[in-house]
T-cell receptor
Framework: TQLLEQSPQFLSIQEGENLTVYCNSSSVFSSLQWYRQEPGEGPVLLVTVVTGGEVKKLKRLTFQFGDARKDSSLHITAAQPGDTGLYLCAGARSGGYNKLIFGAGTRLAVHP | ETGVTQTPRHLVMGMTNKKSLKCEQH?????MYWYKQSAKKPLELMFVYSLEERVENNSVPSRFSPECPNSSHLFLHLHTLQPEDSALYLC?????????????FGSGTQLSVL
């Protein structure tokens, strides 16, 4: 069974702080997606990383895919209350139908 | 309306009830999915439909019965559920159902089984 482990499970910080969350696996993925889920809503895709070592930036969010395509990280600079939510990573395998492997998520709370 | 719409948003049912969850996508996608989200657990893929044909039934108990009458609509029929089935049920769609595609999720149905 392929597992994606996310850490930390919970993170409570003050506005303006920086943070990094991690997504790790012993399996190789063809690509990896990051979603954010706000209370009462479904997950929304933030980014997809495909190439080992790839770095993508989305405003204050920086996503990195590990060289071996087994792990990924999300770094948020100067967190804001609007960043609050559940951050999910999901690994994809090539070929076949779309069967993403999701992590359990990191729940982030940013306090004013 | 745009995106993926799920109804109802909340559902409370007894163990002997029969109810159905509805999902509709307005994105012109060919693949639709049912996921179960329980607290502190990863999203669990339940069913995948591609062009209205079921391509995955991920060892889901028979008390959950999916139906996909066309590429825009997906139902999950529920009967004789157990309390451990209480969870958020998410519907999603993607363009073709091929590996690594972006998923578009609905807001989910929060189900409580008493």
């Amino acid at each position: 069974t392929q597992l994606l482990e996310q850490s930390p499970q919970f993170l409570s910080i003050q506005e303006g702080e920086n943070l990094t969350v991690y997504c790790n696996s012993s399996s190789v993925f063809s690509s990896l997606q990051w979603y954010r889920q706000e209370p009462g809503e479904g997950p929304v895709l933030l980014v997809t990383v495909v190439t080992g070592g790839e770095v993508k930036k989305l405003k204050r969010l920086t996503f990195q895919f590990g060289d071996a395509r087994k792990d990924s990280s999300l770094h948020i600079t100067a967190a804001q209350p609007g960043d609050t939510g559940l951050y999910l990573c999901a690994g994809a395998r090539s070929g076949g139908y779309n069967k993403l492997i999701f992590g359990a998520g990191t729940r982030l709370a940013v306090h004013p | 309306e745009t995106g993926v719409t799920q109804t109802p948003r909340h559902l409370v049912m007894g163990m002997t009830n029969k109810k159905s969850l509805k999902c509709e996508q307005h994105l012109g996608h060919n693949a639709m999915y049912w996921y179960k989200q329980s607290a502190k657990k990863p999203l669990e893929l339940m069913f995948v439909y591609s062009l209205e044909e079921r391509v995955e039934n991920n060892s889901v108990p028979s008390r959950f019965s999916p139906e996909c009458p066309n590429s825009s609509h997906l139902f999950l029929h529920l009967h004789t559920l157990q309390p451990e089935d209480s969870a958020l049920y998410l519907c999603a769609s993607s363009q073709d159902g091929t590996g690594g595609e972006k998923l578009f999720f609905g807001s989910g149905t929060q189900l409580s089984v008493l």
